[in-house]
């Protein structure tokens, strides 16, 4: 934020665990509330005093603060109420820097900024431009999410692996003595991800006409002869970033249908690669994936169909799973060299399943950068 220049002073409260912003801005991640402010050109942190000295040491900001100093355990004694008291602390501290005004994100507690003006500070909702820097990743930060598509690959390889070693039996996969499941592979994403410290939630593994619905996690055996949607998306628990790969398999025969489903989802991604590049709106690469689906009569977002191509192309993937800019018939954006972008069509027939193929790239000078290396085959 600093080098923004803080015309108006920023203030932001929150948990950067749960608040990609404020760990963007702050690069300090603690399990507890804490203040990032940018005033005077210049950035500082309100912190616990428990937190005072990690964030002293790991923080980018170099201007940490306990709150103990402004007088936190006496506040809480009065109030009675940790929320007030982390109000008066916090209002103690913007009066020591100065800050008599403040622009706030919009999800800004309402609590705290009501106490705050009831302290004689002005508080003002507005849009921040930290999301918009977030747009365009540095060099560090796309090599943490091709760290991440690393691993996840490694799951991925774990899954397909499994289902391509079992046996059909009685139209159903058999891993061993006993059925295949969705569970099951889902919990082999959770294993690998651990092991090489990352987090998920909800990894699809959805098989036959359930995966016509994109979010449907899948559950129970996995049949034989049906397409297995896959879509895996690891965490890192300390690096904080994402990563997000989605094969299409199947173990069996394959009817004329679902192969050209296949065919043709492959089709439109391949295009839509080459199509990435500095300069190219983000509707376009939509469109392109379209033109090639309503080609072949497949109804898309375009036609505002509900079967057929029913999801954008693509979102950005960062310090969140989903994030802009977005790939879609809606999006303004357009594209420049540091985004960090999924290319995932698909089709969804409700009485034959889905097919989903999707890549992690990074927009570079003259193009991309695919950050996913791995297969991309239907039979297994």
Not at 146 to 164: S, T
Not at 275 to 294: L, M, Y
Not at 307 to 327: F, K, M, N
Request: glycine residues 8%; contains cysteine.
């Amino acid at each position: 934020m600093a080098k923004d220049k803080c015309d108006v002073p920023v203030v932001m409260s929150g948990i950067s665990e749960h608040d990609a912003n404020l760990y963007y801005v702050s690069k300090f991640l603690a399990p507890d509330a804490f203040a990032y402010v940018c005033a005077n050109d210049k950035e500082y942190l309100l912190v616990s005093s428990m937190e005072h000295g990690r964030a002293t040491k790991e923080s980018r900001v170099k201007n940490v603060a306990s709150m103990e100093d402004y007088g936190f355990t006496r506040h809480l004694k009065e109030t009675n109420s940790p929320d007030m008291a982390v109000a008066e602390t916090l209002a103690a501290y913007l009066k020591e820097i100065g800050v008599k005004k403040a622009h706030v994100p919009e999800g800004f507690p309402l609590g705290l900024a009501d106490r705050l003006r009831a302290k004689g500070i002005r508080v003002e909702a507005a849009a921040l431009p930290i999301e918009e820097r977030r747009l365009i990743k540095t060099p560090e930060e796309i090599a943490l999410i091709r760290e991440a598509q690393r691993v996840n690959e490694k799951a991925q390889a774990r899954a397909i692996g499994m289902i391509r070693k079992s046996k059909i039996s009685k139209g159903i996969l058999y891993y061993g003595e006993k059925p295949l499941t969705s569970e099951r592979l889902q919990h082999e994403f959770d294993l690998v991800f651990a092991k090489h410290g990352y987090d998920t939630t909800d990894t699809i593994v959805a098989a036959g006409p359930g995966a016509a619905d994109p979010h449907f996690t899948g559950s129970g055996p996995i049949p034989a002869n049906q397409l297995i949607v896959i879509d895996s998306f690891p965490h890192g628990k300390k690096s904080r970033y994402w990563a997000d790969m989605t094969r299409t398999v199947l173990k069996g025969r394959p009817t004329k249908e679902m192969k050209e489903m296949y065919r043709l989802v492959y089709e439109a991604q391949a295009r839509a690669l080459k199509a990435i590049r500095p300069g190219t709106p983000c509707k376009t690469i939509d469109d392109i994936v379209c033109d090639v689906f309503e080609k072949h009569g497949f109804g898309t977002t375009r036609t505002r169909s509900k079967t057929g191509y029913i999801h954008s192309v693509g979102h950005g993937v960062g310090l969140d799973i989903h994030e802009a800019p977005r790939l879609s018939q809606t999006s303004k954006f357009t594209l420049q060299p540091g985004m960090v972008v999924t290319v995932e069509p698909g089709l969804y027939l409700p009485d034959v399943g889905a097919v989903r193929i999707e890549d992690i790239v990074a927009v570079t000078e003259d193009g991309c950068d695919n950050l996913t290396n791995f297969p991309k085959e239907l039979i297994v």
